[in-house]
């Protein structure tokens, strides 16, 4: 079956503008998560959304970057105002339920480059 | 709060060499511990995990075992091979978190094996 897809893949931004980031997870996966990965570091948590909730947004960096997952399936993270330290791979992840056992499938991520 | 340490790499072997990689965690609760890998070119994968202590995760020849008392998940291979190049995370998730089941993830460890 299909897995994570993300789009676009690579993402070149002029500093200020915005841009949106696409995830379709896996059908039926109820958690869904968004991660940011600087180049040589591991990925770090952004938010997770529960279904179309969205549970927890604490790893969010600023006011600049948003989540959405208005039917519970597609999410789309957006950030305004892109500044160069927002560079980075975003990953989307989802899993089928909501114990902390649970594995996480990862998209193949966007490479987000700010100029 | 929760984190991960990992060895830091690169780390090179000679094909058939005896792996390890050292993992330690942090965590306020009982956390689920996972090995995740990125091949070059493609998105993170799920090698193995281990959800409650003395728990032994193993696949494709790897293997952790997780270690309440050391709070440690080293991941060990007994022959490497060419193909198991690739960089290697080592992560958790605590229910007890405020993120939910997030992966919380060392800063990975880069093998290369040659032949």
């Known amino acids: 079956g299909a897995g994570v897809s993300q789009s676009p893949r690579y993402k070149v931004a002029k500093r200020g503008q915005d841009v949106a980031l696409r995830c379709d997870p896996i059908s039926g996966h109820v958690s869904l998560f968004w991660y940011q990965q600087a180049l040589g570091q591991g990925p770090e948590f952004l938010t997770y959304f529960q279904n179309e909730a969205q549970l927890d947004k604490s790893g969010l960096p600023s006011d600049r970057f948003f989540a959405e997952r208005p039917e519970g399936s597609v999410s789309t993270l957006k950030i305004q105002r892109t500044q160069q330290e927002d560079s980075a791979v975003y990953l989307c992840a989802s899993s089928r339920g909501l114990a902390a056992n649970n594995e996480q499938f990862f998209g193949p991520g966007t490479r987000l480059t700010v100029l | 709060g929760d984190s991960v340490t990992q060895m830091e790499g690169p780390v090179t072997l000679s094909e058939e060499a005896f792996l390890t990689i050292n993992c330690t965690y942090t965590?306020?609760?009982?956390?689920?511990l996972f090995w995740y890998v990125q091949y070059p070119g493609e998105g993170l994968q799920l090698l193995l995990k281990?959800?409650?202590?003395?728990d032994k995760g193993s696949n494709k020849g790897f293997e952790a075992t997780y270690r309440k008392e050391t709070t440690s998940f080293h991941l060990e291979k007994g022959s490497v091979q060419v193909s198991d190049s690739a960089v290697y995370f080592c992560?958790?998730?605590?229910?007890?978190?405020?993120?939910?089941?997030?992966?919380?993830f060392g800063k990975g460890t880069t093998l290369s094996v040659s032949s």
């Open positions: 965590a306020t609760g009982y956390p689920s």
């Open positions: 992560a958790l998730s605590d229910a007890s978190n405020q993120a939910g089941t997030a992966l919380i």
């Open positions: 281990a959800t409650k202590a003395d």
